[in-house]
C-alpha cells in the first residue's frame, strides 16, 4: 500500500455513466447488519457452551475451542480487510463475507462433532471478520464529513451493542428452542443483509497494490499467538505451562518484528502513515481500552448475578440491557453533538468519567441488594463508552486519507477485539486471585480463639459438623464479592487514567473548514 493519497483514473469515453449510490442511510443500515451479525457471534456461544457438551461429545475444556476458535481466525484475517478491498473490489468483499459467514453459521448449527464445530468456527470467524472493518469505511465514504457523526453513532450501535446482547440472545435461544439455533438464527438475516448489499453498496475506487506476505505472516503470527495465550492461560495456570509461555514469546516476537518491519518498509500491510499518525495511534489505545471495559463488564456481571444473587440467565441477561440502552442513547447524542461542533475530546472526557463512575458504583455492591444498583450502574456506563466510540472513531480517523481508511478500520476492530480479550483473562485472573486472597483473610479471623464456638471438635461433639461446611460456604460467599468488588474499582482506576492521554489527541477540522477531507468518488 503506498502512503500516497490515492488518484482515481480518468473513465474512458466509451465508459457508461455510474448509477446514483443508494442513499447514504440505507448502505449505513446494511452494513450495521452485517456487522451486528459477526459482532454478535463472538459472545453468543458463551451460554450455551455447557449444552454443547453431550451433543458434541466434548469435555468442558475442550468445548471452550468453540470460542477460541472463532476468535483466532477473526484475529488473523481482520488485516487482509485493506489489502482484498483493493484486489477484488470492496463490494464484492461484503457479499462474499456475508455469504461465507451465512454459509458456515448453517453448518456450525448441524455440526454432529466437536471437530466439525471448531472448523465451521473458524471458518465462520474468517468469513465475518472482514463485515466490521467494511461497514465502518462504508459508512466514513458515502457521508459527507459534516455527517460523519450521526451516522458513526447508527452505525456504531451495532458494534458495541452486539457484545452485550450476545448472551442474552444466546440464553434466551439456548433455554427456548436448542443450542443449534445460537447459529441457525443467523440465516434469515444473513440471506436478508446480502440481498440488500447486492443491490444498494457502491463500489469505491481504491488504488491497487502488492500483498505483503512478511508483514501479514507477523501479524498472523503475533495477533494468534496472543489470542491463544489469553484464551488458554487462565485455564492452563498462565506462565505455570509451557504452552502460554511459548505462544506470549511468539506473540511478543511476531509484533515486535511486524512493528520494525511496517515502520521500514514502503507498502507494509498496515501503511507506515497510519503507525505515525498521532491521533490514529492514540485512538488504538482508546479503542482497545473500551474493548477492554465493555468485554470485561459483559462477561463478569452475568456470572455474578447468576451465581451471588439467583438470578435466572434469561433474568440475568435482562439486567444487562438498560447498559445497551443507554449506550444507544449516547450514541445518538454524540452524533448529534459532533454535528453541531462540540469538541469531541469533550465527549471523550465525559464518557470516561461516566464509565469510571459507573465502575465504581459496582464496586459498592452489596449481597443484599435489589435489582436497581444493576440497572442504574449498567445505564450510566453503556452511556459512557456510549460516548466515547462516535466521537473516538471522528478523532482517529480525521487526518487519514480515504486510501488508508479500510486498513484503519480493520485495525481498529481487530484492536476492539484484542482488548476485549484481555479484558476478559485480566478481570477472571484477579477475580481468581483476589478470592483466594479475601478467603484467607476472611478464614484467619475465625478460630477456636477468637470465636469458641468455631472449634471443630466442640461442633463435632454437638453433632453440629454441618455447621463447619455452611461457615466455608458463608466465607467463600463474601470472598468472592470481594474479589468482584476489587475487579470493579481496579477497573474504575482504569478507566479515569484514560483521561491523562486526552491532552495528546489533536482536535479535528470542523466539517467544511480547509483541511477536511471531501467526500470520495464512488461508482456502481
Known amino acids: 500500500m503506498s502512503s500516497a493519497a490515492p488518484v482515481a483514473a480518468p473513465p474512458a469515453a466509451s465508459a457508461p455513466a455510474a448509477a446514483p449510490a443508494a442513499s447514504p442511510l440505507v448502505v449505513t443500515l446494511v452494513v450495521m447488519l452485517g456487522s451486528f451479525m459477526t459482532i454478535l457471534d463472538s459472545t453468543i456461544a458463551n451460554v450455551a457452551l455447557p449444552h454443547m457438551q453431550p451433543s458434541l461429545n466434548a469435555a468442558a475444556d475442550s468445548v471452550t475451542w468453540v470460542l477460541t476458535s472463532y476468535i483466532v481466525a477473526t484475529a488473523v484475517a481482520t488485516p487482509l480487510t485493506g489489502w482484498l478491498a483493493a484486489r477484488i473490489g470492496r463490494r464484492i468483499l461484503f457479499l462474499w463475507s ?105 463500489e469505491p475506487r481504491l488504488p491497487q497494490r502488492r500483498f505483503d506476505l512478511t508483514g501479514f505472516a507477523m501479524l498472523a503470527l503475533g495477533m494468534a499467538a496472543l489470542q491463544l495465550a489469553l484464551d488458554r492461560g487462565q485455564q492452563l495456570d498462565w506462565l505455570e505451562s509451557w504452552e502460554v509461555r511459548i505462544e506470549l514469546g511468539l506473540a511478543v516476537a511476531g509484533l515486535w518484528a511486524f512493528g520494525v518491519h511496517a515502520l521500514a518498509t514502503p507498502g507494509a500491510i498496515i501503511d507506515r502513515q497510519f503507525l505515525t499518525d498521532r491521533n490514529a495511534m492514540t485512538g488504538m489505545l482508546f479503542i482497545t481500552m473500551v474493548g477492554f471495559l465493555l468485554v470485561a463488564t459483559t462477561a463478569l456481571l452475568p456470572t455474578m448475578v447468576q451465581t451471588m444473587f439467583g438470578y435466572p440467565v434469561v433474568a440475568a441477561g435482562e439486567l444487562m440491557m438498560p447498559r445497551g440502552i443507554g449506550m444507544m442513547i449516547a450514541m445518538m447524542s454524540a452524533g448529534q453533538l459532533l454535528g453541531r461542533g462540540v469538541d469531541p475530546r469533550l465527549m471523550l472526557g465525559l464518557g470516561f468519567s461516566l464509565t469510571g463512575a459507573a465502575l465504581w458504583g459496582m ?71 483476589q478470592t483466594q486472597v479475601s478467603h484467607a483473610d476472611l478464614g484467619s479471623g475465625i478460630t477456636p480463639f477468637s470465636q469458641p464456638w468455631a472449634d471443630p471438635a466442640t461442633l463435632g461433639a454437638a453433632g453440629l459438623g454441618g455447621v463447619v461446611a455452611v461457615l466455608d460456604g458463608a466465607v467463600s460467599r463474601q470472598a468472592v464479592m470481594i474479589a468482584y468488588i476489587d475487579v470493579f474499582r481496579a477497573m474504575a482506576f482504569l478507566a479515569l487514567a484514560m483521561l491523562l492521554l486526552l491532552p495528546v489527541l489533536r482536535r479535528p477540522p470542523r466539517p467544511g473548514a480547509a483541511g477536511a477531507a471531501p467526500p470520495p468518488p464512488m461508482s456502481e
Not at 127 to 143: I, K, M, N, S, T
Open 98 to 202: 456475508v455469504a461465507g459467514f451465512t454459509l458456515f453459521s448453517a453448518l456450525c448449527g448441524l455440526a454432529g462433532s466437536l471437530t466439525e464445530m471448531v472448523i465451521w468456527r473458524m471458518l465462520q470467524g474468517a468469513a465475518g471478520a472482514f463485515l466490521a472493518p467494511l461497514g465502518q469505511a462504508y459508512v466514513l465514504d458515502v457521508w459527507p464529513p459534516a455527517k460523519h457523526g450521526p451516522a458513526m453513532a447508527w452505525w456504531g450501535v451495532g458494534v458495541m451493542v452486539g457484545p452485550i446482547l450476545g448472551p442474552v440472545v444466546g440464553g434466551w435461544l439456548t433455554d427456548s428452542f436448542d443450542w443449534r439455533w445460537v447459529f441457525l438464527i443467523n440465516l434469515p438475516f444473513g440471506m436478508i443483509c446480502f440481498a440488500l448489499a447486492a443491490g444498494v453498496l457502491p
Open 363 to 433: 464496586s459498592l455492591f452489596s449481597p443484599q441488594q435489589g435489582a436497581w444498583p444493576f440497572v442504574s450502574t449498567g445505564f450510566v456506563q453503556g452511556f459512557g463508552l456510549g460516548l466515547i466510540f462516535v466521537p473516538l472513531n471522528t478523532v482517529a480517523f480525521a487526518s487519514l486519507p480515504m486510501a488508508l481508511r479500510t486498513d484503519a478500520s480493520a485495525i481498529f476492530m481487530l484492536l476492539r477485539n484484542i482488548g476485549g480479550s484481555i479484558g476478559i483473562s485480566v478481570a477472571v485472573a484477579l477475580l481468581e486471585r
